[in-house]
């Protein structure tokens, strides 16, 4: 989850599936959390590798926007992937959670910046499927990149609210990585490591537990089913975020499964 001031998403995976969210956390008596954190001990996860392809070195995120945004709402998304790798930001950062993604076989990845496409037109319509999303995916560049489309307020996609965003990757001569990103805020309020669906994933590949979705809820030190853990407060705006990048920007990302710890990682 990535919080940015004016704008939300929500997604499930890691990578960029890109989420904007302003969220406040009601937090309980610290004596109340000492006593069920006590109670609550996290259990060993462990994501198998299945010998597939993961996105690793230089890798470009190319962006879609699909329906009318504003400069501030783009603005949001590329100072995040900006944060990624930008480890002069005050600590907590968003470049050292992303940085958990080193552990996994093959070392770094570094993403870059690539197209960014405008489609305020809705040239496939409001309503889409999820061949419509590969479609407008399609139209960036194939080659070790992440096509992301991201789809306006107003914009709904087959399954949208059981989900408000996916990943995967097309077949055939032209394959490519791509992710849908949708913004919840008016129709249903409150990949990296498995690109190829031959990752890091736990179960069975059609309904994968992935790096990110394996910690969900979990935001802070201490999180327990119903408590997102130990989080920051911005002083000014009241928003809880654990991860601070670019430009004076406050995130709050989700705990990412640590391949070395067998455990979920988070920032504070």
Same mark, same amino acid.
Request: glycine fraction near 8%; proline fraction near 4%; hydrophobic fraction near 50%.
């Given at each position: 989850m990535i919080m940015g001031?004016? #704008?939300? +998403? *929500?997604?499930?995976? !890691? %990578?960029?599936?890109?989420?904007? +969210? /302003?969220? &406040?956390? *009601?937090?309980? !008596? @610290?004596? &109340? &959390?000492?006593k069920l954190t006590a109670l609550v001990q996290q259990q060993p996860l462990t994501l198998k590798y299945h010998n597939g392809a993961l996105l690793k070195g230089n890798v470009? /995120?190319? %962006?879609?926007? #699909?329906?009318? +945004?504003t400069p501030i709402q783009r603005s949001i998304i590329v100072d995040f992937l900006l944060s990624l790798k930008y480890f002069r930001a005050t600590l907590p950062s968003a470049a050292l959670w992303w940085s958990t993604t080193e552990k996994y076989k093959g070392g770094s990845s570094t993403l870059v910046i690539g197209k960014q496409i405008l489609d305020e037109n809705l040239s496939l319509g409001k309503n889409l499927k999820n061949s419509h999303l590969?479609? %407008? @995916? !399609?139209k960036a560049g194939h080659l070790n990149s992440v096509n992301v489309v991201l789809t306006a307020k107003d914009v709904t996609v087959e399954g949208f609210c059981m989900r408000c965003g996916t990943h995967g990757s097309t077949r055939g001569k032209t394959r490519f990585t791509y992710a849908w990103v949708g913004n919840s805020e008016t129709q249903c309020p409150a990949t990296v490591t498995n690109p190829y669906n031959n990752g890091y994933f736990q179960g069975p590949p059609d309904a994968p537990l992935e790096a990110v979705s394996a910690c969900t809820? /979990? +935001?802070g030190s201490g *999180? #327990?089913?119903g408590y997102a853990g130990q989080v920051l407060v911005d002083k000014t705006t009241g928003a809880s975020y654990n991860?601070?990048?670019v430009n004076g920007r406050k995130y709050l990302v989700p705990a990412m499964w640590d391949p070395r710890t067998s455990a979920c990682s988070t920032l504070v």
């Open positions: 001031s004016g #704008y939300s +998403f *929500a997604t499930h995976s !890691s %990578l960029l599936l890109l989420f904007i +969210f /302003v969220i &406040t956390i *009601a937090e309980p !008596s @610290a004596a &109340t &959390t000492r470009t /995120v190319n %962006l879609i926007w #699909y329906g009318k +945004f590969i479609a %407008l @995916a !399609s809820g /979990v +935001f *999180a #327990y089913p991860a601070n990048g």
